[in-house]
């Protein structure tokens, strides 16, 4: 209960706020209005914002927050280590190659949608940085480092295709998404959003014993009855589901699958029947908030969430690297 109460007051305040404030009353007879055609009396020009607009928004923003959460929950389980998430492992990267590649090259002939686009770069990166890191070796940063690695080349593609093959206006536009950008979100992109982030969330619900698990290791995992390769399968690729519509929805955006996992396991523990749900509500409001000071810290300007999420979390990593220090 506590938990859904955050997430409604963050998209309240997520709707209330921006270049002009709206009162939280009148977020709450609109929402009323369309939701339970309630009939309240709402200045026009104000329901249209509330709800055309910010809601919508808001809404895209706590699934996105929450999917690439617990994205991060499970590969830092799975690989067993505390610095992985998508957008480190190269997944986001791939996944803005395999967007970009069908807007601009016309990858699939018009029958690929960018969500399949995605997706496909990021399986591909993925698939590439684990076959790197198990020829680089099996030590805990093999991964890490072959994730970097794959970034930088997907990232790379990525800036080869818009710079070769679009032209000026949607080069930018591109450039703009790539550092995630909520602006052109609608109540469309939430029948997609929020379907993908709940079935995240229920896969990991359904496999948290086996993330427990897994936590002590591949060898204690099978020996507690786990079927490694078949939910190893299921738990990457619901993972790497989650990412890719996020990224093909609102661009890449970093730090929210590394640094929410973290602020979960500090306040609820390590058992993961605690830390994905926690992982889940903490991401989809830091993202709502984020989204907010996104259209609030430059005025008259909204600034790419992305740069916000790199400017709160590039600290908090710094932080987890030197309380990981002091630990070990």
């Known amino acids: 209960m506590l938990s859904l109460l955050a997430i409604l007051a963050a998209?309240?305040?997520?709707?209330?706020?921006?270049e002009t404030a709206i009162p939280i009353g009148t977020v709450a007879r609109t929402a009323a209005n369309h939701l339970f055609g309630a009939g309240l009396a709402v200045d026009p020009i104000d329901a249209g914002i509330v709800w055309d607009y910010r809601l919508a928004r808001a809404?895209?923003?706590?699934?996105?927050?929450?999917?690439?959460?617990?994205?991060?929950?499970?590969?830092?389980?799975?690989?067993r280590n505390a610095l992985a998430d998508p957008y480190v492992l190269g997944i986001s990267a791939g996944a803005s190659t395999g967007a970009v590649a069908v807007a601009i090259l016309g990858v699939g002939g018009g029958f690929v949608s960018l969500s399949a686009g995605a997706?496909?770069?990021?399986?591909?990166?993925?698939?590439?940085?684990?076959?790197?890191a198990r020829?680089?070796?099996?030590?805990?940063?093999?991964?890490?480092?072959a994730g970097i690695a794959g970034s930088q080349l997907f990232n790379a593609l990525t800036a080869f295709i818009v710079t070769r093959s679009a032209n000026a206006e949607t080069a930018r536009g591109i450039m703009f998404w790539l550092l995630g950008n909520l602006s052109g979100v609608r109540w469309a992109d939430v029948t997609l959003a929020f379907p993908i982030a709940l079935l995240g969330t229920?896969?990991?619900?359904?496999?948290?014993?086996?993330?427990?698990?897994?936590?002590?290791?591949?060898?204690?995992?099978?020996?507690?009855?786990?079927?490694?390769?078949?939910?190893?399968?299921?738990?990457i690729g619901a993972a790497t589901l989650m990412t890719a519509v996020m990224v093909s929805l609102v661009g890449s955006i970093g730090f929210v699958g590394l640094v929410i996992p973290h602020a979960a396991l500090f306040l609820v523990g390590a058992r993961h029947g605690r830390l994905v749900p926690a992982s889940a509500v903490l991401g989809a409001v830091f993202l709502v908030a984020?989204?907010?000071?996104?259209?609030?810290v430059v005025p008259k300007q909204v600034v790419p969430i992305g740069i916000v999420t790199a400017l709160i979390g590039a600290p908090a990593f710094a932080i987890i690297l030197i309380r990981a220090r002091r630990l070990s």
């Not at 984020?290 to 609030?296: N, V």
């Open 202 to 235: 229920l896969v990991c619900l359904w496999q948290i014993r086996a993330l427990d698990a897994f936590t002590f290791g591949a060898d204690a995992a099978a020996s507690l009855g786990v079927a490694i390769r078949p939910v190893q399968a299921v738990l």
């Open 290 to 296: 984020c989204d907010i000071a996104s259209r609030m």
């Open 11 to 18: 998209l309240a305040l997520g709707a209330a706020f921006g």
């Open 59 to 79: 809404v895209v923003a706590a699934c996105c927050g929450a999917a690439l959460a617990l994205s991060g929950v499970v590969l830092q389980a799975l690989l």
């Open 135 to 145: 020829a680089a070796g099996s030590g805990p940063t093999a991964a890490i480092l």
């Open 119 to 132: 997706f496909v770069g990021a399986v591909t990166a993925f698939g590439c940085v684990l076959l790197l």
